[in-house]
């Protein structure tokens, strides 16, 4: 009896580990790259996208924040903030150049 209760538990365990991923949903904060010569990638599709036309110009480090659902917020080279429409945020502008890596954040 005590073999069939462990398999059974064996086997619920397994199921749930392969059935329950399969409900998550990924979280699309960071789905969206922009970097370079107003050059971006986006990750929110399932496929990889390569986006042009961002407001930046980014030779070091960069930072892009984007919503639950993959939608971009807002993206800065360290000097500027621009929102999703790819115009400067208000008070974003002249910030200085805070970001001096040589990775994106």
Request: proline residues 5%; charged residues 10%.
């Amino acid at each position: 009896m005590n073999h069939i209760y462990k398999g059974t538990l064996l086997f619920l365990a397994c199921l749930a580990s392969n059935v329950l991923p399969a409900r998550a949903q990924a979280q699309k904060e960071v789905s969206n790259w922009y970097f370079g010569n107003q050059a971006g990638v986006s990750f929110a599709a399932p496929t990889p996208v390569a986006t042009t036309g961002a407001g930046m110009t980014s030779y070091e480090g960069s930072a892009c924040i984007s919503d639950a659902a993959g939608q971009v917020l807002m993206y800065s080279n360290g000097e500027q903030i621009w929102d999703a429409s790819h115009q400067v945020m208000p008070n974003g502008n002249s910030l200085g150049d805070i970001i001096r890596l040589r990775r994106p954040l």
